[in-house]
């Protein structure tokens, strides 16, 4: 009996303490879901706005896969775009299944009621789709720049080689012209008029030409007659001669 009277109160703390933890755990349950429940109309058009996006930027992905010029390039990219495609579809037909009508924004009451549970699968999806979409932009950045290194640099005019003259057939052609030319003739000084032996004649300068110019007969003819000028004949400063006596 006395074992039967200590074992009592634990029996009656145990299942306490379960129902204290169970109504605890209810509680949070409740508040997720009604948190859920009011929220699932913002929600749930904000799913749709991002979904119809994604599928309108395939339309331009696509355009951008049509650019690129080599074939193995684009086999990539367009396996790529293919499941961004059906990644945006499947998640846009599982979102029109959630909803009334199937093209509004209005939840059926069931879905909204479980939104909490729906919600998370969702969101996992739209992750998934993200990923996608940013996995092709950073490979089509990449494919666009190793396109733009493969290509030439444009080259600077100033440092373009000029074409090279064949200087080698050039010189060629100008020693075979002047062969054909006849010989030009040498001036002599006969042949202006000038005698051998003025070329022959030492150059002394200016003395040289003073004492050529006194040599010549001309210039000894004009000194004579100049000096004859210039002498009198009887000069009266001059001392007569004395006359001796008969």
Known sequence: MADQSNLSPLTISLPLTACLVSFFVLGQTLTTYTSAYLAAPDEITTFIDAVDFSIQENESYDRDVGKLQRLDDKLRMGKLLREIQKSGDDLREELN??????GGTTLRP???????????????RMRRLDLLRMRFLVVYMGLIAANSTDQ?????PEKIERPKWPVRNLTQELQESVKRKPPMRRLTTQAMGHNDSVGDMPKMGWM?????????PLMQRR????ESAMSPMTSPMSPR???TPG
């Open 208 to 216: 040289g030409v003073v004492a050529e110019l006194q040599s010549s």
């Open 152 to 156: 030439p640099a444009p080259k600077d």
């Open 223 to 226: 000194h004579a007659s100049i």
């Open 110 to 124: 069931s879905t909204r009621l479980l939104w909490a549970a729906k919600r998370g699968r969702l969101e996992e």
């Open 97 to 102: 299944r959630l909803l009334i009508d199937g």
């Open 241 to 243: 001669t004395p006359r």
